[in-house]
């Protein structure tokens, strides 16, 4: 709708008005995720694979997980307020508008590194080849995807605030656990590790199905990608409104 | 000595922060739970593991210091920090390390459990050599915390600059995987940066508990260390130009 | 005709929970969290009519926030009922936000690195108002509230006051029947509150609209609205037209003389000296006890007059009358 494109907008314009700010932190979040793939070919160039996984898998995992995140963070970092809103009654003002509360909270902040991360991203997937025409729609299908699963885990993690009361500082860690778990080779884990990747911390809907995907095309594996996503934006969804119909009870710490 | 007080309310604040320890104490647990894995997949020695949980707990307790400092110098604070009868620099190093102890000791036991645990071994016997050149190596990132703090005078946002020695730090340092894993040059390379040192100097103790080892490693660090300390005071009397200048 | 605002015995019971003190306070928070109750808005009742000016007035927790959230569809009451434009507000939250305009005196909704001008773009989409409306009222209200010049600036560089104004122009856009005010003069300058004052109490006029103003600053009542309603201890402890407040609750009066003589004497019943400065004397008139003319006339016996003045006391001694009275 009209509505959400002009929210995304103006989000997007309050992260360029810094524009020194905004430059270096993309610029230099494109070289951190660098340093970082370089970190990897060194471990691949001694270890030629893991379990089977090889350097062209890390290369394509940073490459999903990137733009996954860089897509999340650069529309939705307004999430990482979301705890610290609930505890501090900060969501009033949204329960004010005629607009959807979580969207209006999400979309309230946009991260410039995200669009390092992005960018680190589209030329992962030009170096590992998967921007052929073929392969270019599943990496915007799983960028997508991805995005949503990291604002639903978020969504959730922060809405704990609304039963929990002041968990901001540990809400602003579950990004990094999320990620963590992303861009390992998926195949180190194994048993009851790899079932928690794909319930309680969807990493593995976010790195290791897309990367399948990548290599070994699959409509199964696609569906299933895709409707993770769609379930965990459904399950924040709905533990969001659980928790703001707390939140409008008005109970409190004190 | 007023730094000493200083640090010491420091240690007593970061005590009370409970929520935060448990998250990075959490976090601690699941990067050594993934490393664990991906060592167990590869057949790599216990002594891996213990490695990684030797440089991450001193990467993970470090504090932000630099964090503090910009908010300070954003908030022009800072003005009113300088008048002060300590300097402000060396007693936001003092916050740091009265800070940055506290975590050591919270963090310290559950990598210790942890590894263990999940390698079914005992710690190595390096380790206890390890542990001295561990507190020198902290104090040193702590002095690069200030180092980077201080940047906020002349660009404001500190943050970018940070993940960037930070993944230096990673790559130099050698967190995730000891340097021997690297070509040779690469190793050497390395060394002649004030990173290799700071982590992999005295973490590798772990594999081989070397005492000439950890002397050279000690010697390094206390090289790097008077280099940082100058570099950083000159820094700061920089900042104070910038200050002057622009009147916080 | 039905009321723009009708609240009918409402109430609001917090339950809070304590913080665990000590191991064993811990371990019982983990089983069964101690609670307690705090009543913040304890049967309150009253009835607005569309275009009155409303000002709610009470201490610090008296309730007022409390009730303006409830009305406003951001809380639930534990019990009672109200209605703001025959909506039932947090039953029928989004459909009523479309009519209500909101300032929260401690909180903005406007983009804080962006000029005002793109919040006031976003604000169009959000009440779906079509582009030439938005565009003719946004023209009108910038005008009336002098904010033209600000438009262009971001929000972070403009001072407190014109911030205000442009927040209040904001709420404003969409033509909202009902406006809720929450301290909107809070931590302005004395100029800068009184051109807001103003401003809301005009616009209020020309537009019809209801305005419900919660403050601590008795000034706020006194030069926007018409009509107060005390709150104390989750109580209504008033409902009164301003007018009727001074007249009822004060019968007293301040003069200030400025005296020809260095001292005055005046000595009598019901006046009370309440400051003294070499040809200065403020006094306090119980006009029950004695009328003011009699005052002025002995204050003329006793010495030749610079200058006299007779005022009313501050609305802040109104107000603190009232409350002790309720205790």
Redesign the interface.
Known sequence: M??LF??LL?NL??SV??R??FW??A???A??NG??L??WM??F???RD??GWRAADTVAIYAVTASAYGLAVVLGHGVSDLARRIHEG?L??F?????DVLLQCVASRSEA?GWGDLFSGVVLFGVAGHLAPATLPICLVTALSGAAIFLSWNVMFHSLAFWL???S??SR?AW??LI??SL??S????GW?KLLLFTALPAGFIGYLPVDLLHRFSWGTLLAVAGAAAGYVALAALVFRLGLRRY??????? | MKQVAIAALAARHALHARGEALARAVFYLAILVVLASLWRALGASASYVWYVALTEWVVLAMPLLSIDIEEDVRRGDIAYRIARPVSYLWAKVAEGLGNGAVRLLMIGGCGGVAAWLLTGTPPPRGILLSLPLATLSFFLLVLWQAALGLTAFWIGDTQPLFWVWQKLLFLLGGLLFPLDVYPEWLQRAAYMTPFAPMLHGWARLAFDPDPALAARTALLLLGWGVALIAFLAWLYRRALVVLDVNGG | MSGAIEVEDLRKVFRVRERPKGLRGTLRYLVRPPTREVVAVDGVSFRIEPGERVAFVGPNGAGKSTTIKMLAGILHPTRGSARVLGFVPWGDRKRLAYRIGTVFGQRTQLWYHLPARDTFALLARVYDQDDATHARRRAELVDAFGVGKLLDTPVRQLSLGERMRCEIVASLLHAPQVLFLDEPTIGLDVTAKAVIRDLVRDTSRRDGSTVLLTSHDTGDMERVCDRVLVIHNGRLLLDRPIADLRRTYIRRKVVTLLTADERIALAMPGVTVTETAPHRTVLEVDVDKTPIEAVVQAALRASRLNDLTVEDPPMEEIVQAIYASAR
């Open positions: 009209r509505y002009a929210l103006t314009k309050a008005a810094l020194g700010a270096m932190r610029a230099f979040m070289l951190n340093i970082m370089v970190l060194l471990f160039l001694r270890y893991v379990n900060g009033d003002a329960l004010t508008q005629p607009k590194s009361g002041d968990t500082t540990v860690q990094h656990f963590l778990f390992y080779p195949t180190i884990f194994g590790l409008q009870s008005g109970s409190r710490f004190a």
